[in-house]
């Protein structure tokens, strides 16, 4: 069976078919070591092996391993998330054919080639097999990888009537990279591919994080990211912060990380002022959507964010790569 998958640091995200029905399928990523008490709770555990190493799948835990930085993408933490997402995807444990992705940043070389030890590294990595205690797991027998990012505006750009000597700036905006490509007309070429490890929704993550701390609230990335979507619902907000008279200082962090978000990925991206159109994709790009439309004002009604932005590019792999 071939599954299509972004497994991105925060979240895995997942596409398939079931006949001519694409079905897709996030994951949030929040895993710790050792192993956690089985048989209590609703919920079915979820306790792994890895190279005779424990880790569990817990959503609340403060010691959730962090995966906002690159090297997760050849990490034990990687091999964890994407088994994780097929298990609670809905599909039967069996043999799959995978294909992922890595950072611009990372799948290509300084001078736009293909990084071939990159590459590779990801495949070895996800060939590792997983044990899961007490239950069945998948079993991934081939890894094809792709890049991150210019993928996920293909059908977009026909839609567009994109001409052949318009440039069109694509922005992921992930938990860990910043990637960038410009693509000439209807994905006719490629000219240029950007990437920077150095800034991400992890910024924001970080500083939810930390304010949290402060409001005696120390919790997992995952609830600190849940936290940031759900920014506006004031009741979600008292359940998270256990000091109450430290909401606002809460909020008005994040709201503050979210701006300088918006500002360091404007700024890293000066040298594409002059490109005719901007999509903007990935987890994050609700966040920096507002800076972007800011900063390509000139552009008008040809700067747009992807819809799904989050599943645009593994849906479009999906679409791609076929049944």
Sequence with gaps: MNVFCDDGSTTVKLAWYEGKN?????SANSFRNG?????????QTFNY?????????????????????????YSDANVLAVHHALLCSGM????????????????YTSDCQKNELNILRKIKNLL???????????????VEVLPESLPSVFAQLVKDEVGQFEKSLVIDIGGTTLDAGVIVGQFDDVSA??????IGVSMVTQAALSALKMASSDTSSLVADEL??????????????NDERQIKLVLDSIDSAIAKLGERVVDDLADFRHVNRVYIV????????????????????????MDSPQTALVQAIAAFKGE
């Design 92 to 107: 039967n444990p069996q043999s799959v054919s995978l294909t992922v992705t890595l950072p611009i940043s990372e799948f």
């Design 193 to 198: 591919v950007h990437g920077n490890a150095a």
């Design 35 to 43: 192993w956690k008490v089985e048989g209590i709770g609703s919920r």
């Design 282 to 305: 990935g987890g994050g790009a609700t966040l920096i959507e507002p800076a972007v439309k800011s900063a390509w004002h000139h552009l008008g009604n040809k700067v747009v964010m």
């Design 22 to 26: 694409l079905k897709t399928f996030l």
């Design 128 to 142: 590792r097999p997983v044990k899961l205690n007490k239950g069945e797991v998948f079993t991934i027998e081939q």
């Design 228 to 241: 940031i979507k759900q920014r506006h619902d004031h009741d979600f907000a008292s359940r998270v912060v």
């Design 49 to 73: 092996e890895l190279d005779g190493r424990k880790y569990t799948y817990d959503e609340v835990s403060n010691l959730a391993i962090n995966t906002t930085h690159i090297e997760y993408q």
